[in-house]
């Protein structure tokens, strides 16, 4: 094998000994395009906190997905959080939360009429006027991106086009793409290096917008006979790793179920007979350390039979109940949410 020197002749050309020669007061350093950044200047900055969009547990202009099986209160848990934003309360289920415009694209509703109903059960009869906006595609083809396959990259459609305009116009505060499927068409979801490409766009898209973006997608099949824990892991998610490899942020959402572990040990054994008991957290979140709701200590709310997200326990009481070793019952009643506090790390 060849040594190093023959490899890359550094020694013989003068080209590549610029960046020997960089001087050291220097923030950064550019040369034929392209930028070092010296970390030495980095770290004389002061430290910004983070911004959160969700206190300790989403952050300001991050490109996030939830994902989970079909039917089990998604879309419920978003449309609550969208309500939440849209409405500017500043707190969604205990936790202090940005206000202002939301833009959801695509949708699994059917009709306006579900859309109404869906936003009354959370709580938004309130809201007020373009605040609050659902966007479909006059013939039904919500796609955003198409996957251009001679050349092996995600290109705006079209509609894509046009859409981004007017959210460039609208500069909302949350983007919804539910679900990702629906938005990107061509979409190979075990196309590692498609999906990879899918989550690079997305986040350069936002970023051309100055949004934070949540994508609704779905679980695996498989993932169904594990624990809570594994279920919410985003590696449970469908597809590969290729779009969970480049989004920062993922969280799941599972039913729980009679079998489960984490039931027993909550002592929701009786309750989950009669109530739709779901389990929500982030497991992966590369801007922040880890939330106090994820996969191991997840939020548990209650899909009422109309539709309402209820609040049972948080992720830092169901962490609590499980050092103590002991069965907690959870909250039996609809607790208001303004006596909730923020919860979180506040670095």
């Excluded at 490409?197 to 609704?216: A, C, M, P, V």
């Excluded at 997608?217 to 006979?225: D, K, R, Y």
């Amino acid at each position: 094998m060849k040594n190093f020197d023959e490899i890359i002749p550094f020694a013989d050309d003068p080209t590549l000994k610029v960046a020997a020669n960089v001087p050291c007061d220097r923030a950064s350093y550019t040369e034929d395009g392209i930028k070092f950044v010296d970390a030495h200047h980095i770290m004389l900055r002061t430290i910004e906190p983070i911004k959160f969009f969700i206190d300790g547990l989403l952050p300001v202009g991050e490109s996030g997905d939830l994902y989970g099986p079909p039917g089990e209160g998604k879309t419920s848990l978003i449309t609550n959080l969208a309500v939440a934003v849209a409405c500017g309360k500043g707190n969604w289920q205990g936790l202090r939360c940005s206000s202002g415009k939301v833009v959801i694209l695509g949708g699994e509703r059917g009709n306006e009429s579900a859309f109404q109903r869906d936003l009354y059960r959370a709580g938004g009869s309130d809201i007020p006027p373009g605040n609050l906006m659902l966007l479909q595609a006059p013939d039904g083809k919500n796609a955003i991106w198409k996957w251009a396959r001679g050349l092996d990259e995600w290109q705006l459609t079209q509609w894509g086009k046009r859409v981004t305009n007017c959210l460039v116009k609208l500069s909302p505060e949350l983007v919804i793409l539910d679900t990702t499927m629906s938005i990107a068409t061509g979409n190979n979801p075990v196309d590692v290096a498609q999906q990879y490409g899918l989550g690079e766009t997305i986040q350069h898209w936002k970023r051309l917008i100055r949004t934070t973006t949540i994508s609704i997608s779905h679980t695996n099949q498989s993932s169904a006979g594990e624990e809570v824990s594994r279920r919410l892991h985003y590696l449970s998610r469908s597809g590969g790793n290729g779009f969970p490899g480049s989004i920062r942020w993922i969280a799941g959402l599972t039913k729980l179920k009679a079998g489960d572990k984490l039931v027993g040990q909550l002592g929701l054994a009786e309750r989950i007979k009669s109530d739709w008991l779901v389990a929500f957290g982030a497991s992966k979140h590369n801007e922040m350390g880890r939330p106090n709701w994820n996969n191991d200590y997840p939020s548990i709310f209650n899909l009422t039979k109309d539709g309402e997200m209820v609040m049972v326990m948080t992720g830092e009481e169901v962490k609590d109940a499980l050092a103590r070793g002991t069965k907690k019952l959870g909250r039996g009643t609809v607790v208001s949410m303004k006596a909730r506090g923020g919860h979180g790390p506040s670095f």
